[in-house]
């Protein structure tokens, strides 16, 4: 197992999270008996587990411990997978005693950050301090394990004595070698907070354990591979840094070249190193702000002296303000304060100009403050998280009655310009185009419309310049203010900021150009992230391979039916109590964990419904064998929908969940279940039928792009779909990028069905 490891330490440490899997496989290596070699004249662990008891028989006596409780067997078919000669599997409290602790948490002023003796904390860091009062002292009885009360933390302590013990939980291993106990327990999963949950946990787990001999040798390979990673991780970052700062200084000789042969030499070079610079996500969204403020410097296209002056321009666009006013189509606007050289952040070409946007702009207004709420005939508003990546999401939204005071002014118009004034400090400022259909949409009180007299001045252009990273830095960042927790910029420091203006011919060819170009960006990211996903695959692979001798005995063989219901079981258990969660989510957490997760023992056959991907006889299934349990039944909502109401078995599915999967498909499932938590059911419907579509494509050999993706879930899937539009598949596509879980790689069955109606959910 270990050359599996060495052997392909390149691949494993380069995968996506690869070093953390590389962390996991070596303790799952570790307790399996699978990393270091048996000894035949090893002790075995039974008989250490005799001299175990006799000593802890020998700390009752002496009233040092309390006695425990007797502890069931473990039953053969309990045993989570199979061991080597000469280990035993036990109950994980059979092996440790918890060492009872007086200490009181101590008050700031009796801490410094210097001292003889460590005060444990029950937070993350454990040790928040240190004192010299002897009086606050509890010792230890040789190294222990430290849980903390309020956190899933774990620590490793081997001080003689600690302070404020105070709200942590301390294990003492009796007679084992004290690191493998603890490496152990790194592997043990903890759910929730305090005492109750903790010691649940702890006394429900297994523990694989080996010969005292043999601990010893496993912990000198866990620690020797452990470092191991720990230099591969230190070498990737220093890579990670060294790879950032070149890009970084490649891009920053692009936008700092003053003249146009020094400009010309720094393309030259940045052309030449293209394929090798840009191999990374963050180094392509370096990219793409580079490319944006290349395009409001003029260095992006080439300037043609036959197109109308920027300066002519702007006189166009304040006569035409001034013809609107007289004609009442227009309020008068305040004179802004002319641009002065101090002012200008950049050189620009001798035939732009320099504007401020109140004085582009033939409006800009707040939106509506008016409460939205789930209406079927109203007015959907657009809010501050509708503006993602420079565009405006659009899709079903809360709305406001028709008749609200504001409206039809605050109807948007295709091309108006939406600007975020109240955010997070990364967030305010952060713009989008609108380019839906006339009348149908309005927006939030946080969000300002501009409006921009489309023939004069193009607003995808001005997206742009709002968008540059010159821009937050020099007409956003100086003004922010925090308020409630947020940051603000309003409107009228908004109008005051400026931007480079183009000839209005040459703003065209910026757009087009930077269309083109962040096609070819998202096209590169694409590429990276097949190699992601290939080297994940085949990450995957090594790992499976790793355990495949303990396939065929653990975990325990299920049959199909069971196996879904005891998914289905989890994620109710974990989800039940959210509002969004009802039986259309069920069913989309359901398929995502099989596919992400691979569990090979589901195998669900989904169609192309309504609301798939959907399989009504794996619900009718796991509903009725949920209810047959008593863990969980469906009932009405009071409003709409279902839900799932607990019952009096709920949560007793744990035993058999836990030994029907290992802890790698556990922790995917997890991870699903964690990521969909908040979701609603639209995101949770449209997140997997792209998975769906992407997965039948892989399986079926098809090139996969991200038109052909939603092209797929629009046109040949149900016509049910088409109630979101294109850019709303495509948003959500862009974020499940960001998660390597939620890329497929062809695993399970092809989905069914498709063009053509067919009933949903009730």
């Not at 008068?332 to 401020?356: D, G, T």
């Not at 998914?567 to 596919?595: D, I, P, S, W």
């Not at 449209?686 to 792009?705: C, H, K, Q, S």
């Amino acid at each position: 197992m270990t050359a599996l490891l060495t052997d392909n330490l390149p691949l494993l440490a380069g995968a996506p999270n690869g070093i953390k899997k590389l962390r996991e496989l070596i303790l799952e290596l570790a307790v399996r008996g699978k990393l270091v070699s048996q000894d035949p004249n090893d002790e075995p662990a039974s008989e250490l587990l005799k001299r175990i008891a006799e000593k802890k028989a020998q700390l009752v006596a002496e009233g040092k411990i309390k006695k425990q409780k007797p502890m069931a067997a473990i039953a053969e078919d309990e045993k989570p997978y199979h061991l080597p000669d000469g280990w035993e599997w036990v109950r994980l409290p059979e092996v440790y005693y918890p060492v009872s602790v007086s200490g009181n948490r101590l008050m700031s002023s009796q801490i410094s950050e210097e001292g003889a003796f460590p005060v444990v904390d029950q937070g993350k860091k454990f040790v928040a301090g240190y004192t010299d009062d002897e009086s606050l002292l509890i010792r230890l009885p040789g190294p222990v394990v430290v849980f903390g009360d309020h956190t899933t933390e774990r620590k490793y302590v081997d001080f003689d004595f600690v302070a404020g013990a105070d709200g942590v939980k301390i294990l003492r291993p009796v007679l084992l070698d004290e690191k493998f106990f603890w490496w152990h327990l790194v592997g043990l999963k903890l759910e929730g907070r305090g005492y109750a949950r903790h010691f649940k946990v702890l006394n429900d787990a297994f523990f694989a354990l080996p010969p005292k001999s043999e601990q010893s040798r496993i912990v000198a390979k866990v620690d020797d591979l452990m470092a191991l990673c720990n230099r591969l991780e230190a070498q990737q970052i220093d890579a990670e840094s060294a790879h950032a700062k070149l890009v970084q200084a490649l891009l920053e000789s692009l936008t700092q070249a003053s003249e146009a042969t020094n400009f010309a030499a720094s393309w030259q070079l940045f052309a030449e190193h293209f394929h090798t610079l840009f191999t990374t996500e963050p180094s392509i969204d370096a990219l793409k702000q580079t490319l944006l403020q290349l395009a409001v410097m003029g260095k992006l296209v080439p300037q043609d002296l036959n197109d109308e002056s920027g300066s002519k321009l702007l006189n166009r666009l304040t006569q035409e303000k001034t013809r609107l006013v007289a004609e009442g189509k227009l309020k008068k606007q305040k004179p802004l304060v002319a641009i002065s050289e101090a002012e200008r952040p950049f050189k620009i070409p001798e035939n732009w100009a320099w504007s401020r946007i109140g004085e582009l702009a033939l409006s800009t207004e707040y939106g509506l403050s008016e409460k939205t709420s789930d209406l079927q005939d109203g007015v959907p508003v657009l809010k501050m998280g509708d503006i993602q990546s420079g565009q405006v999401l659009l899709g079903e939204k809360m709305k406001v009655s028709k008749s609200t005071e504001g409206l039809p002014e605050l109807y948007l118009e295709p091309e108006d310009l939406l600007y975020n004034r109240t955010n997070s400090a990364e967030l305010v400022g952060k713009t989008g185009l609108f380019l839906g259909p006339s009348g149908e949409y309005t927006f939030a009180s946080y969000l300002i419309r501009v409006r921009c007299p489309k023939g004069l001045f193009s607003p995808a252009y001005l997206n742009i310049a709002m968008n540059a990273p010159g821009f937050r830095e020099t007409q956003i960042s100086p003004h922010l203010k925090q308020q409630c927790g947020q940051a603000n910029v309003n409107g009228t420091i908004m109008k005051n900021m400026i931007v480079s203006v183009p000839p209005m011919a040459e703003q065209l060819r910026i757009v087009a150009k930077v269309d083109e170009l962040m096609t070819l960006c998202n096209q590169l990211r694409n590429r990276i992230l097949k190699v992601r996903q290939l080297n994940e695959k085949l990450t995957n692979s090594l790992v499976e391979h790793a355990l495949a001798e303990d396939r065929m005995q653990a975990p325990v063989a299920i049959d199909p039916q069971a196996a879904r219901i005891l998914l289905a079981a989890e994620v109710t258990h974990r989800l039940h109590a959210q509002r969004t969660f009802g039986q259309r989510k069920l069913q989309k957490v359901v398929y995502l964990a099989e596919h992400a997760a691979r569990l090979a023992s589901i195998q669900g056959s989904y169609l192309r419904n309504v609301a798939g991907p959907h399989d009504r006889h794996l619900m009718n299934q796991v509903e009725a064998g949920m209810q047959k349990h008593q863990w969980y039944e469906r009932v009405e909502r009071q409003t709409v929908g279902h839900a799932y109401r607990p019952l009096s078995q709920a949560g007793q599915h744990r035993e058999a969940y836990n030994r029907t999967w290992s802890a790698n498909e556990q922790a995917n499932i997890e991870q699903v279940i964690e990521l969909m938590r908040d979701w609603d059911t639209d995101r949770c419907e449209m997140t997997v039928t792209l998975y769906a579509a992407w997965n039948d494509f892989i399986i079926e050999g098809r090139p996969v792009t991200d038109d052909a993706i939603v092209d797929e879930v629009m046109h040949r899937w149900n016509d049910a779909k088409l109630r979101f539009g294109k850019e709303e598949w495509r948003a959500v596509l862009t974020e499940m990028k960001k998660h390597g879980l939620l890329t497929p790689i062809g695993f399970g069955k092809r989905t069914t069905g498709g063009t053509q109606t067919l009933p949903g959910l009730e």
